[in-house]
T-cell receptor
Framework: SQQGEEDPQALSIQEGENATMNCSYKTSINNLQWYRQNSGRGLVHLILIRSNEREKHSGRLRVTLDTSKKSSSLLITASRAADTASYFCATDARSNDYKLSFGAGTTVTVRA | DAGVIQSPRHEVTEMGQEVTLRCKPISGHDYLFWYRQTMMRGLELLIYFNNNVPIDDSGMPEDRFSAKMPNASFSTLKIQPSEPRDSAVYFC????????????FGPGTRLTVL
């Protein structure tokens, strides 16, 4: 079952703008990860944030985690056409060793 | 490293036929996962292995599905007999083990059952 749910389902922005997507989950977690999937390809790991962390940066990516609200956000700054993809959050629940539960994803389209 | 390798990349078969999907994980990775992705159900974990041993197969939809990992460098997912509702993209992923939470995905096998 999908524990994480992304919002919005789809997002269309202009190149250079920022893209923000959110993920909500239901149970306590060890960590939360974000993955990207380009059309017709496998998922690629972007960033991981642990339950005791509140914010993490990696290049143009910024992830926040609010465990009290059971939510996370992914911000992509200065978007590029190459950022066009689907983005998934994945949670590693404390009760499920080594299993990741993926959300339905947010499809991001960056217009040139 | 070549990453996770899956074959075939595309498979078209007729209902009732046996389908075998193959996966070669990244060398040195102790965990292997099989996922199925559909528009309706998203990405679902089917089964995962640790050191070639199946740990959790609760996501395997029916007895028609079976998975094996005869050695550390090879795994198969078999569907017998196949049905149209099995049409999906099947991903294999591997993970290094304790201390590393990142899963590395293969390119997937797009299965179409007519």
């Amino acid at each position: 079952s999908q524990q994480g749910e992304e919002d919005p389902q789809a997002l269309s922005i202009q190149e250079g703008e920022n893209a923000t997507m959110n993920c909500s989950y239901k149970t306590s977690i060890n960590n939360l990860q974000w993955y990207r999937q380009n059309s017709g390809r496998g998922l690629v790991h972007l960033i991981l944030i642990r339950s005791n962390e509140r914010e993490k940066h990696s290049g143009r990516l910024r992830v926040t985690l609010d465990t009290s609200k059971k939510s996370s956000s992914l911000l992509i700054t200065a978007s590029r056409a190459a950022d066009t993809a689907s983005y998934f959050c994945a949670t590693d629940a404390r009760s499920n060793d080594y299993k990741l539960s993926f959300g339905a994803g947010t499809t991001v389209t960056v217009r040139a | 490293d070549a990453g996770v390798i899956q074959s075939p990349r595309h498979e078209v078969t007729e209902m009732g036929q046996e389908v075998t999907l193959r996966c070669k994980p990244i060398s040195g990775h102790d965990y292997l996962f099989w996922y199925r992705q559909t528009m309706m159900r998203g990405l679902e974990l089917l089964i995962y292995f640790n050191n070639n041993v199946p740990i959790d197969d609760s996501g395997m939809p029916e007895d028609r599905f079976s998975a094996k990992m005869p050695n550390a460098s090879f795994s198969t997912l078999k569907i017998q007999p196949s049905e149209p509702r099995d049409s999906a993209v099947y991903f294999c992923a591997s993970r290094q083990g304790a201390g590393s939470d990142t899963q590395y995905f293969g390119p997937g096998t797009r299965l179409t059952v007519l």
